[in-house]
Every structure is written in structure tokens, then in C-alpha cells.
Nanobody, 112 residues
Framework: QVQLVESGGGLVQPGGSLKVSCVAS????????MSWYRQAPGKQREWVAS???????TYADSVKGRFTISRDTAKNTVYLQMDSLKPEDTAVYYC??????WGQGTQVTVSS
């Protein structure tokens, strides 16, 4: 049984930083592209960043230069380091394994 469990969300002030994690079980992330998505209230879910099997990374324009996706294959975990956070980054953040599996999400709120 494949599971993706996100953690690390919370409340942070504008300009602050937060790192969210996604631990996979039942499958090795080494063989798949891993991605982060987010969904703000009243909006569609949107892609944020991806890391490929070879470690190549891509980012949405809205987060480029502020967010960093990484992975630790030994821990079967993917991370999203978020810096210079803005109120518009407030959303539930989801990890996704390839096109097959989603986590349950973790809430990130950027507010003073």
C-alpha cells in the first residue's frame, strides 16, 4: 500500500521560511518524479515544483528563486524549502508521486 504523508506546515510571517516534508511508504521515490502542488481557498490546485529521477528540478514562475525542492532517497522523503514567503503562498501543500499518488496535504499560512 502506497502512502504519502506530508508534514511541517504551519503559520509563518511574511518574509519567513518554512520547510515541508513528504515521506513515502510502500514505494521507492528513487524511480519516480516527485512534485509539490498547492491549493488556496476558492482556487484550483496548482503545480509548484518537481524533481525528476535524475535530480533535475523545475519550478512555477511564482515560486522560482524562493522555493527549493529536494529529496533524500535514503529517507524516501521529498522536501520543499520555502523562503521569502508571501501571503499569497497560503495554501494546502500536497506532494505527488508521478501521476499516481497524492498525499493528504499540509496547511501553510503566511500572515502577520
Amino acid at each position: 500500500q502506497v502512502q504519502l504523508v506530508e508534514s511541517g506546515g504551519g503559520l509563518v510571517q511574511p518574509g519567513g521560511s518554512l520547510k515541508v516534508s513528504c515521506v513515502a511508504s510502500g514505494i521507492s521515490i528513487s524511480f519516480y518524479e516527485m512534485s509539490w502542488y498547492r491549493q488556496a481557498p476558492g482556487k484550483q490546485r496548482e503545480w509548484v515544483a518537481s524533481i525528476g529521477r535524475g535530480g533535475d528540478t523545475t519550478y512555477a514562475d511564482s515560486v522560482k528563486g524562493r522555493f527549493t525542492i529536494s529529496r533524500d532517497t535514503a529517507k524516501n522523503t521529498v522536501y520543499l524549502q520555502m523562503d521569502s514567503l508571501k501571503p499569497e503562498d497560503t495554501a494546502v501543500y500536497y506532494c505527488r508521486l508521478s501521476i499516481m499518488y497524492w498525499g493528504q496535504g499540509t496547511q501553510v499560512t503566511v500572515s502577520s
